[in-house]
């Protein structure tokens, strides 16, 4: 029985986990004014009839913190990708010089830091949100385990564990979120 209680820990954790780490993915994916590749993350070009990544058919650089560079591995690539960045409509336009792709990053108006930050803030009410989920499933499972002839003490100990665990993953969003919006309003 104290197996299937650890197990129940396990997976309450790790889905936990999984909620913080797709939260840093997409904070990665607001961009703060700066120049990163993780901007041009989620973008696909047509490569011979495949639907692939941006970053698997070209080279993402960052020379200074306000221009990204792509050059791609094959130059009839060059025109797709620019195509694909725009289509992305990531509010980007990049400028082909027959070499590579420059993208220059605009300085971020009030407003649009604004409307970043609630976008954060959604974000991280989503990651919450899959952590809340997490604990319920998890003190569901401890639930079943107490019918099933666990003590309710031990069930009431694990579940205390899983409100632990509920609370530390809680803080690591809050963290993020409190990192990114001070990003944000940096000017």
């Known amino acids: 029985m104290e197996e299937e209680?650890?197990?129940?820990?396990?997976i309450a954790k790790e889905n936990m986990?999984?909620?913080?780490?797709?939260?840093?993915?997409?904070?990665?994916?607001?961009?703060a004014g700066k120049a990163s590749p993780s901007i041009l993350d989620g973008i696909f070009v047509d490569y011979y009839g495949v639907n692939t990544p941006l970053n698997q058919v070209a080279n993402?650089?960052?020379p200074d913190q306000k221009t990204i560079?792509?050059?791609?591995?094959?130059?009839?690539?060059?025109?797709?990708?620019?195509?694909?960045?725009l289509v992305a409509n990531i509010?980007?336009?990049?400028?082909?010089?027959g070499e590579v792709l420059h993208i220059n990053i605009p300085a971020l108006t009030e407003e649009r830091r604004n409307q970043l930050v609630k976008?954060?803030?959604?974000?991280?009410?989503?990651?919450?949100?899959?952590?809340?989920?997490?604990?319920?499933?998890?003190n569901d499972d401890l639930r079943k385990l107490e019918n099933e002839g666990l003590s309710e003490d031990r069930e009431k100990s694990a579940e205390n564990e899983v409100?632990?665990?509920?609370?530390?993953?809680?803080?690591?969003?809050?963290?993020?979120?409190?990192?990114?919006?001070?990003?944000?309003?940096?000017?």
């Open 119 to 138: 976008q954060v803030k959604t974000e991280g009410e989503n990651a919450k949100i899959s952590i809340r989920n997490a604990r319920k499933s998890a």
């Open 91 to 97: 509010g980007l336009t990049p400028v082909n010089n």
């Open 163 to 187: 409100q632990e665990t509920t609370n530390d993953y809680s803080k690591k969003a809050d963290l993020l979120l409190e990192a990114k919006e001070k990003d944000l309003m940096t000017i």
């Open 5 to 10: 209680v650890q197990l129940c820990l396990e």
């Open 17 to 31: 986990e999984n909620a913080i780490s797709h939260l840093e993915k997409e904070l990665g994916k607001i961009r």
């Open 69 to 85: 560079v792509v050059q791609t591995w094959e130059k009839n690539m060059l025109a797709l990708a620019e195509k694909a960045i």
């Open 60 to 62: 993402i650089n960052t």
